[in-house]
């Protein structure tokens, strides 16, 4: 177990709904990064929030959005579901800001769009 | 571009043999190196990295190498258990911001 808490587990939903994932970080963890993990994509960076501010942003779709909280905890949410968004989203906390901070990954959401 | 290229694809090794996993990264000025094991449905796991700082770093049966020259590392695991069956992804930092992951590979140890 990392530390890292994610939920729901599992998430089904129809093409064109909204839905939001939630990431609770490690104890004194102030980073927080999502990834996407698709079969065809591998693991992809989608954003990193470090102490509630937007710090780097990867290959995240308009679509998408996330903020973290003041408790530190972060939401990633996404909008106009479409088939092609069905994958594993994963957030991950490091103690840093920059990326050379050890990740410690929460055990993923699984979103099915339908 | 920010680019990590990992091989093989996929590794079958007989139990008691060693596995080595290479990648290559784009950035010359990338200074950190994850490796992380992904079991089938569960989350990545860092079991090792290493900083550009360092040539060699080991941990019981696993090590990696870092040549900063020719902007390569490898991730070596020797005396391979049917525990060791996952899938294994490297990782580049780029801009010291962004970690960017290989594709992965997928080994297999056959008892």
């Known amino acids: 177990d990392s530390g890292v808490t994610q939920t729901p587990k599992h998430l089904i939903t129809a093409t064109g709904q909204r839905v939001t994932l939630r990431c609770s970080p490690r104890?004194?963890?102030?980073?927080v990064y999502w990834y996407q993990q698709s079969l065809d994509q591998g693991l992809q960076f989608l954003i990193q929030?470090?102490?509630?501010?937007?710090?780097a942003k990867g290959n995240i779709l308009e679509r998408f959005s996330a903020q973290q909280f003041p408790d530190l905890h972060s939401e990633l949410n996404l909008s106009s579901l479409e088939l092609g968004d069905s994958a594993l989203y994963f957030c991950?906390?490091?103690?840093?800001?920059?990326?050379?901070?050890?990740?410690?990954f929460g055990p993923g959401t699984r979103l099915t769009v339908t | 571009g920010e680019n990590v290229e990992q091989h093989p694809s996929t590794l079958s090794v007989q139990e008691g043999d060693s596995a080595v996993i290479k990648c290559t990264y784009s950035?010359?000025?990338?200074?950190?190196f994850p490796w992380y094991k992904q079991e089938l449905g569960k989350r990545p796991q860092l079991i090792i990295d290493?900083?550009?700082?360092?040539g060699e770093k080991k941990d019981q049966r696993i090590a990696v190498t870092l040549n900063k020259t020719a902007k390569h590392f490898s991730l070596h695991i020797t005396e391979t258990q049917p525990e060791d069956s996952a899938v294994y992804f490297c990782?580049?930092?780029?801009?010291?911001?962004?970690?960017?992951f290989g594709t992965g590979t997928r080994l297999t140890i056959i008892p």
């Open positions: 290493i900083r550009s700082n360092v």
């Open positions: 990782a580049a930092i780029f801009g010291n911001e962004k970690l960017t």
């Open positions: 929030y470090y102490n509630g501010e937007e710090r």
């Open positions: 991950a906390s490091s103690t840093g800001a920059g990326g050379v901070y050890e990740q410690y």
């Open positions: 950035d010359s000025a990338s200074n950190y």
């Open positions: 104890s004194g963890d102030l980073s």
